[in-house]
């Protein structure tokens, strides 16, 4: 992790150095309408198609299912589920084998024919798909008792409104297992395959605090990965109690 420099009011911090540089500034090139439009296109299309492929060459399909385990991200007893910018459904998939029988499945994302690839891996009837953006859900508040939002808050050129939405929907007591892009070399490489910004990890930690999300522990892909201080921001979130947070229930 680097040190993060002083970025311009509503910018956020940004690394030093060539990781700084190398960055992706196509978050906050235009508005975020603009940008989300553009982001659905790029999923939609080939780098969406691609994610596929990629994701077995990188080792992530199978990285995915060192997390969603017992010892790891553990679902059981959960009974209302969700996959926030669930992609092609590589997580639903590791979801799905560990949750409980008569658990529910939500995933959203997007771009449709991100989910149109979800549901054509899935073929689950536990599951449910609907096209919604992080900032702004369609879930009444406290309706999940687990999150899984992978590699989707990098998409946000502010997270603060994400990360309430996600504190919003999540039952108090409830968990959230969060993979954010880091402000490190490899990860600024990746915001620039995937026109996304990075997280500063203690930034971030400050910021699910702000909206009632305690930083529970970190985890990692591997000890390799842990070693090398590679895979991104990987981190369990505990929703505070409403009578610790002063958050509504
Ligand atoms: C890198 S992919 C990750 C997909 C999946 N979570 C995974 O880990 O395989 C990022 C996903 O986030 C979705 N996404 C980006 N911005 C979003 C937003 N504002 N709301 C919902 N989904 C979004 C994209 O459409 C894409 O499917």
């Known amino acids: 992790m680097t040190s993060p420099i002083e970025s311009p009011p509503g910018q956020p911090p940004r ?14 090139r235009r508005s975020f309408k603009e940008y989300k439009s553009f982001i659905r296109k790029h999923y939609d299309g080939f780098a969406g198609a691609l994610t596929a492929v990629t994701g077995v060459l990188t080792g992530h399909e199978a990285l995915a299912g060192r997390l969603i385990r ?46 149109q690839r979800a549901r054509a891996r899935l073929k689950s009837p536990r ?40 504190s919003r929907v999540m039952a108090p007591g409830g968990k959230l297992l969060l993979l954010c892009t880091e402000d490190t070399l490899t990860g600024a490489m990746c915001s620039r395959l995937w ?6 990890r203690d930034d971030l930690r400050q910021k699910c605090a702000a909206v009632g999300l305690r930083w529970q522990r970190e985890l990692w892909f591997s000890r ?8 991104g921001i990987i981190v369990e979130l505990h929703k505070e109690s409403a009578s610790r947070s002063g958050f509504p229930a």
Do not use: Q
């Not at 790891?72 to 969700?82: A, M, N, S, T, W």
């Not at 992609?87 to 639903?92: A, E, H, I, K, P």
């Not at 026109?195 to 500063?200: A, D």
């Open 15 to 28: 690394a030093r150095g060539l990781t700084g540089a190398l960055e992706s500034r196509e978050p906050h």
């Open 70 to 115: 017992l010892g790891g991200f553990d679902v059981r007893g959960c009974k209302h589920i969700l996959d926030a910018g669930c992609g092609n459904g590589r997580y639903s998939r590791f979801l799905l084998r560990h949750a409980d029988p008569d658990a529910v499945l939500t995933g959203f994302d997007l771009s449709p024919k991100m989910l």
């Open 127 to 166: 599951v449910s798909h609907v096209v919604a953006d992080l900032t702004r859900l369609p879930y009444a508040d406290g309706t999940f008792d687990a999150i899984v939002c992978g590699w989707v808050l990098e998409h946000l050129p502010d997270p603060l409104p994400g990360l309430r939405e996600l």
């Open 195 to 200: 026109h996304c910004r990075t997280y500063n």
């Open 224 to 231: 390799f990965h842990r070693w090398l201080k590679l895979g």
